[in-house]
Every structure is written in structure tokens, then in C-alpha cells.
């Protein structure tokens, strides 16, 4: 697809809107605006169109009415209503899976974003910052495999000692004891990959996890003051340029968080099963609302309420 400038180039004969084979650089800025690509599927507004020429790169976005094209007329605040017909008939696959499978699932999880949510920030995008998307529905979304390594972050964190490598109910022994050890909790949800060669795959699957209802895309902006710094170059001085870089993240969202478990491949009697199957969803939901997942959790980002 060729690129697209400002100066769009005029097509006489009438758009088509349902036709696809019509070359994007031909259209008019009128014509393109009223196209309405991103009504749906939002990869088109984030990783398909970028107005560019020799000086700057401008998101499109949803454009307020204005003839001009210029940053500061793009919403930074918008929404998107997801056809949620989608979203039901993925969840319906995951179940109709899980049953075929033996598999115990899990839905009850349901969380809204406390502050803002990035996953993906670093992915490679035109707008230089990038926000994970659904490559078929074009919906931001949670992957299966960024809740589960937040959840492993997170039980390393309150469970394991990373300088002794032991877990602390091995390292406390004046610990109540528990219904399943630490070492073999982990195993059963992550798998074993401390140590040893003989790695095994855990017990819990983690799914992708969408909105539940309107997406709320809000622009941010991070501002490195030191970059000759970074590069190492010079000192952190304050004759430095700032450089401020805007992404997008999610807010006042809803999501559900969808798991399953393998119980017949752990062979647990009844009361431990209960109990791993417990302590799973709290681990979850402590991780969510404390620790947070997607990027710059340190700093706020990525928490459920």
C-alpha cells in the first residue's frame, strides 16, 4: 500500500465505499474521512494509516471537523463500540473446548481498568508506540500469555526468594502447613522451569481476555529528558532537549478474565484440587488489582479495581 502525504491526490469518479480494490493514496482527504475504516476495526486507524511527510508523522484517528490537518486536531479521546456478537462467539469456542478437553473453565473474573492499560507498547508500529490489538476483530486486548506472566511475576514475587532460589515455605518451617507446597503450587499452575532439564507444562491455561463492553482509547504522552544521556553520551544535565512521545492506552474499560484447569492431568484428590483451584483465582485477582499487568505497571499502569 503506498504511503499517504498531505497532499492527497484528487479522484473525479465517485468513491466507492465497498470497494476494496481502490487505491487509498487516490482519495481525497474528504473522501478518505468519510470511509469510516476504523468504525469497527481499529487496526486501521492505529497501524494502517499515517499521514506523513518530511517533518512529521501524524496519527489520524478520529478527526474533528476541521479542513487542516494538524495534530491538534485529532480527538484524543475516543471510543469504541465492539460488535460484542464477536466476543460471545469466542467465548462460546473456549467453553465448547474446554468440555471436549475435560477442562474445568472459568469466567467470573470481571475487573475495570483503575487508572490506564498498555499492553503491546513496544510492538512495532507506525505511530512508533504501539497497542496491542486483535488481528482479526481489531479490538484491543489482553493475550493469554500476558495475564499468565504477570500471574507467574507476580507468585515469584510473594512466594519464591531469588537469592537463595528456594520458596519460602522451604526457607520458614514455622510456616502453618499447607494444604500443597509452594514448589509444587507453581508446577501445577506454570509448569517446572526452575530447575533441572526436565521441564513440564503446568496444569492452568490462560485465554484471551477482551472488553466487555465500549473501549475508551485515551492518547498519552511519556517525555525521556536525557536522551544523549541514554545513548551514553554527556552527563544528565538540563541542556538537554525533552522529547515527548505519545502512545494510547485503555481506560474506564471492563474486561473478563477467562482460565481453565486440567485437573484429571494433576490427579489431585478433592480438598487439594479445591484448594489450587482457590487459590489460582485469588492469585489472579490479587495480581490484578496489585500488581498489575502490560507495561509500565511501576508507575501505575495496568491495575484492576
Given at each position: 500500500?503506498?504511503?499517504?502525504?498531505?497532499k492527497?491526490?484528487?479522484d473525479?469518479?465517485?468513491i466507492d465505499?465497498n470497494?476494496?480494490?481502490?487505491l487509498?493514496?487516490?482519495?481525497?482527504?474528504d473522501?478518505?474521512?468519510?470511509?469510516?475504516?476504523?468504525?469497527?476495526?481499529?487496526?486501521?486507524?492505529?497501524?494502517?494509516?499515517?499521514i506523513?511527510?518530511?517533518k512529521?508523522?501524524?496519527?489520524?484517528?478520529?478527526l474533528?471537523?476541521?479542513?487542516?490537518?494538524?495534530?491538534?486536531?485529532v480527538?484524543?479521546?475516543?471510543?469504541?463500540?465492539?460488535?460484542?456478537?464477536?466476543?460471545?462467539?469466542?467465548?462460546?469456542s473456549?467453553?465448547?473446548?474446554?468440555?471436549?478437553?475435560?477442562l474445568?473453565?472459568?469466567?467470573?473474573?470481571e475487573?475495570?481498568?483503575?487508572?490506564?492499560?498498555?499492553?503491546g507498547l513496544?510492538?512495532?508500529?507506525?505511530?512508533?508506540?504501539?497497542i496491542?490489538l486483535?488481528?482479526?476483530?481489531?479490538?484491543?486486548?489482553i493475550p493469554?500469555q500476558a495475564?499468565?506472566?504477570?500471574?507467574?511475576?507476580?507468585?515469584?514475587?510473594?512466594?519464591?526468594?531469588?537469592?537463595?532460589?528456594?520458596f519460602?515455605?522451604?526457607e520458614n518451617?514455622?510456616?502453618?502447613?499447607?494444604e500443597?507446597?509452594?514448589?509444587?503450587?507453581?508446577?501445577y499452575?506454570?509448569?517446572?522451569?526452575?530447575?533441572?532439564e526436565?521441564?513440564?507444562?503446568?496444569?492452568?491455561?490462560?485465554?484471551?481476555?477482551f472488553p466487555?463492553?465500549?473501549v475508551i482509547?485515551e492518547?498519552?504522552v511519556?517525555?525521556?529528558?536525557?536522551?544523549?544521556?541514554?545513548k551514553?553520551v554527556?552527563?544528565p544535565v538540563?541542556?538537554?532537549?525533552?522529547?515527548?512521545?505519545?502512545?494510547?492506552?485503555?481506560k474506564?474499560?471492563?474486561?473478563?478474565?477467562?482460565?481453565?484447569?486440567n485437573?484429571n492431568?494433576?490427579?489431585?484428590?478433592?480438598?487439594?484440587?479445591?484448594?489450587?483451584k482457590?487459590?489460582v483465582?485469588?492469585?489472579i485477582?490479587s495480581?490484578?488489582?496489585e500488581?498489575g499487568?502490560?507495561?509500565?505497571t511501576?508507575?501505575?499502569?495496568?491495575?484492576?479495581?
Amino acid at each position: 500500500m503506498k504511503r499517504m502525504n498531505k497532499k492527497f491526490k484528487r479522484d473525479n469518479k465517485k468513491i466507492d465505499k465497498n470497494n476494496n480494490n481502490k487505491l487509498l493514496s487516490k482519495l481525497s482527504f474528504d473522501d478518505f474521512k468519510n470511509l469510516n475504516l476504523g468504525k469497527d476495526n481499529l487496526t486501521y486507524f492505529l497501524k494502517k494509516f499515517v499521514i506523513e511527510d518530511e517533518k512529521s508523522r501524524i496519527f489520524i484517528g478520529k478527526l474533528k471537523n476541521d479542513t487542516k490537518i494538524r495534530s491538534n486536531k485529532v480527538e484524543e479521546l475516543f471510543m469504541i463500540k465492539q460488535k460484542t456478537e464477536y466476543i460471545e462467539n469466542y467465548k462460546e469456542s473456549i467453553k465448547n473446548y474446554c468440555e471436549e478437553l475435560s477442562l474445568e473453565f472459568f469466567d467470573k473474573i470481571e475487573k475495570k481498568t483503575s487508572y490506564k492499560l498498555v499492553v503491546g507498547l513496544g510492538n512495532p508500529s507506525v505511530t512508533e508506540t504501539a497497542i496491542t490489538l486483535h488481528h482479526t476483530y481489531g479490538i484491543p486486548y489482553i493475550p493469554g500469555q500476558a495475564l499468565k506472566g504477570s500471574a507467574r511475576s507476580y507468585f515469584l514475587e510473594l512466594y519464591y526468594n531469588i537469592k537463595t532460589k528456594k520458596f519460602i515455605d522451604e526457607e520458614n518451617y514455622n510456616l502453618d502447613k499447607l494444604e500443597i507446597t509452594y514448589r509444587n503450587m507453581y508446577k501445577y499452575i506454570f509448569g517446572d522451569d526452575i530447575h533441572g532439564e526436565d521441564n513440564e507444562k503446568g496444569s492452568v491455561i490462560f485465554f484471551d481476555d477482551f472488553p466487555l463492553n465500549e473501549v475508551i482509547i485515551e492518547k498519552d504522552v511519556t517525555t525521556p529528558h536525557y536522551g544523549k544521556y541514554y545513548k551514553n553520551v554527556g552527563s544528565p544535565v538540563d541542556e538537554f532537549y525533552p522529547n515527548p512521545i505519545s502512545f494510547y492506552t485503555i481506560k474506564n474499560t471492563y474486561f473478563n478474565f477467562m482460565i481453565a484447569i486440567n485437573k484429571n492431568k494433576m490427579n489431585l484428590d478433592y480438598n487439594k484440587y479445591d484448594y489450587l483451584k482457590n487459590f489460582v483465582l485469588n492469585l489472579i485477582e490479587s495480581m490484578l488489582e496489585e500488581h498489575g499487568l502490560g507495561s509500565k505497571t511501576s508507575v501505575g499502569y495496568g491495575r484492576f479495581v
